[in-house]
């Protein structure tokens, strides 16, 4: 069976002083049904481009220029702007970090899920909102009759958190986006909110591609987990060996600076430098200006994908000359 | 100088509380309940970290130590003297010892300024350095000292990173030479390889500098670090202190504990784990009444609904919860 979602070779550029730069450069990964797909990187890796990218939402002047994104066989970069309009919404729903900005400040929480679900259904005011008081009950909300009529402002930030995947939710979408869903929240309730997508993403089975910069947060929903740095993709691995065993050079300075896993008393290991400036990006491994484990080839040309197991995928010319010869493609 | 068992930092009783005003008379109908009866010390080059969630006046506790605030109770001694009763001059003479990192370096430097000179600025207001020579070389010191290249002195802070620009924050507090650093969020919005080299660098600065941090945080995993002392706060109020290896290995009071236990782990093994509370904090203009925390504590008893706890002395630091009274020694 094919990949519900199907990103190929996608690249995504905005006009700089010395040419187009890249933000999202050649990213390939499939995204299959009922699957939760992490896509982790630091700021500036090019995750949520990748995820707008998807959506043709790409903030202007930037541009999807190369590759293709499939939904359920379909290409997404050819429809049309309305047939897009009603993939976004009705096929794949988002989630953002911040549910302020995306819910309208004068209008009951109640009636903003209603409207949701009537622009995308043919169905009576009544029967969207006896579905709205479902929803409101199934993502969580306590007297969900009563929360129907809040004004936003009225709900914690965590009941606006639900209130927003009750809407994502309202469709009933093969694929949700969600970025950094719970980033803007209070731990206690982060946890919370991770707790309620995972059974959500179980009772439901929709698909997620979640965007983040947590690793924790990966450990808890993800099944497979995609590493980007500087607008490339360096390793995709299932959640455990990519947590215990991670390959690429990046993914392990990520892991072993993570305060969790170092030692109290003892500095943490750092990953030296910082993220090279698209315009001062190598041609090679954009990693290689600050890879311990850097030689000749890493700064010249970018590494080929290497298959070193089932389901993992690694650039890194690291890596690749380790391997036993049949283990590259 | 003091020695190393005086603190260089007491706050006692420290409270400070927002009026909520109304009407058109402007009449006080509240209080959001900031900061409340804070209390702790921090020792010369040492750390504690002040954590909790948002709402429940870590901030606040930052600023009032700063005279940013006006507390309405309370004593915040500085090398020996109450901050709060010193009149402008007094305070502006001691604040040099006492700086403030923040969590954004970008709303915290002048896009239009030079960094060399926005670290030379305070040595200008303190006298520090005896003429522009001896402060140039003192600003390539600093620059040295938070690893950035002397030669880029001459640039602004948009050409900077955000974890370079961070640096450029520590090396204009140190510029003035002070004991104290309050460091509010100073690595929060950093990324993870980043915040590693951030932390590593306050430490260092510490071991070499002597300097007492007070490292305030909603993140707890990131403490462990630098740390010595942690105090919890939840809603407006410390729950827990103590040393940092007790509060994370035995954590006393049942929110530190939920704290801890939300933290997401990247342990494939730790997956799936309940969350360990519901709900929301409560706002701080209206914390229910008894234990502040009684409405989502998952051992919450008959008594924590009425009676607010007082601090219990425990092993290794106090817990403001009845569950960590003593037996038979009830005061």
């Not at chain 2, 650093?181 to 919005?189: F, G, L, N, Q, T």
Request: aromatic share 4%; hydrophobic share 40%.
């Amino acid at each position: 069976m094919s990949a519900l979602l199907e990103v190929r070779d996608l690249r995504t550029v905005f006009p700089g002083e010395g040419g187009p730069t890249p933000v999202v450069d050649g990213v390939s990964f499939d995204l299959d049904r009922g699957e939760v797909l992490a896509l982790v990187g630091e700021s500036g890796s090019g995750k949520s481009m990748t995820a707008f990218s998807i959506l043709r939402l790409v903030p202007k002047p930037g541009r999807v220029v190369a590759g293709s994104v499939r939904l359920g066989g379909e290409d997404l970069l050819g429809l049309s702007v309305t047939a897009m309009r009603r993939v976004r919404g009705r096929r794949i729903s988002m989630i953002f970090q911040e549910p302020m900005t995306c819910l309208n400040p004068v209008v009951r929480v109640g009636e903003q899920v209603v409207e949701a679900i009537r622009l995308h259904e043919d169905v009576s005011r009544a029967d969207a909102r006896d579905r709205t008081r479902a929803l409101f009950a199934e993502v969580g909300i306590p007297d969900p009759e009563a929360r129907l009529d809040a004004y936003p402002h009225q709900l914690s930030g965590g009941l606006k958190q639900r209130v927003m995947i009750a809407m994502a939710l309202s469709t009933r979408p093969e694929m949700l986006i969600a970025d950094e869903p719970t980033t803007a929240l209070d731990v206690t309730v982060q946890a919370q909110i991770l707790t309620l997508l995972r059974e959500l993403q179980q009772s439901r089975g929709t698909a997620i591609l979640l965007i983040t910069h947590d690793l924790g947060i990966v450990n808890e929903l993800a099944d497979r987990v995609a590493v980007m740095y500087a607008g490339r993709l360096v390793e995709i691995a299932p959640r455990v060996p990519l947590l215990t065993e991670p390959l690429h050079p990046y993914t392990q300075g990520l892991l072993r600076s993570m305060p969790a896993r170092g030692r109290p008393g003892e500095p943490l290991p750092e990953i030296p430098g910082v993220v090279p400036r698209a315009s001062e990006w190598p041609r090679g491994c954009r990693f290689s200006t600050r890879c311990p484990v850097r030689f000749e080839p890493c700064a010249e040309t970018y590494p080929a994908e290497s298959h070193p197991a089932a389901g993992r995928r690694v650039f890194c010319h690291d890596v690749e000359r380790r391997l036993p010869s049949e283990g590259a493609r | 100088m003091s020695d190393a068992n005086e603190s260089i930092l007491r706050v006692e009783g420290l409270r400070t509380w927002y009026p909520i005003r109304r009407g058109l008379l402007r009449r006080v109908v509240g209080h959001v309940q900031a900061a409340t009866d804070v209390s702790f010390e921090i020792a010369p080059g040492r750390t504690l970290a002040l954590v909790g969630e948002s709402g429940c006046g870590k901030s606040t506790v930052g600023r009032s130590i700063l005279c940013l605030e006006n507390p309405q109770e309370g004593r915040v001694e500085f090398e020996g003297r109450d901050l709060l009763s010193l009149d402008a001059t007094s305070l502006r003479a001691a604040r040099q010892r006492l700086q403030i990192v923040f969590q954004d370096p970008m709303a915290s430097l002048d896009p239009r300024m030079r960094i060399r000179d926005q670290i030379a600025e305070g040595m200008h207001s303190f006298g520090i350095g005896a003429d522009e020579a001896e402060r140039t070389a003192r600003v390539a010191e600093l620059l040295e000292r938070v690893q950035l290249d002397p030669r880029t002195m001459d640039r602004y802070p948009n050409e900077f990173s955000g974890g370079q620009r961070q640096r450029i924050c520590i090396a204009r507090a140190l510029a003035v030479e002070p004991r104290l650093i309050v460091c509010d969020e100073s690595v929060s919005a950093l990324d993870v390889s980043i915040q590693a080299q951030i932390l590593n660098l306050l430490r260092r600065l510490q071991e070499e500098l002597g300097l007492s941090y007070l490292f305030i945080t909603h993140d707890l995993s990131v403490v462990r670090y630098l740390a010595h002392e942690v105090a919890v706060m939840y809603l407006g109020r410390i729950v827990e202190r103590g040393p940092t290896e007790r509060l994370f290995a035995h954590p006393a009071h049942p929110y530190t504990r939920a704290l801890l236990a939300a933290i997401p782990s990247i342990d494939p093994a730790r997956r799936g784990e309940a969350p360990p509370v519901l709900g929301d904090v409560p706002s701080p203009s209206r914390p229910p009444p008894g234990c502040h925390f009684h409405t989502r504590c998952p051992v919450a008893m008959e008594r924590c609904r009425r009676e607010a706890p007082p601090m219990f002395a425990i092993e290794g630091g106090e817990s403001r919860c009845f569950l960590s009274e003593a037996p038979g020694r009830a005061d």
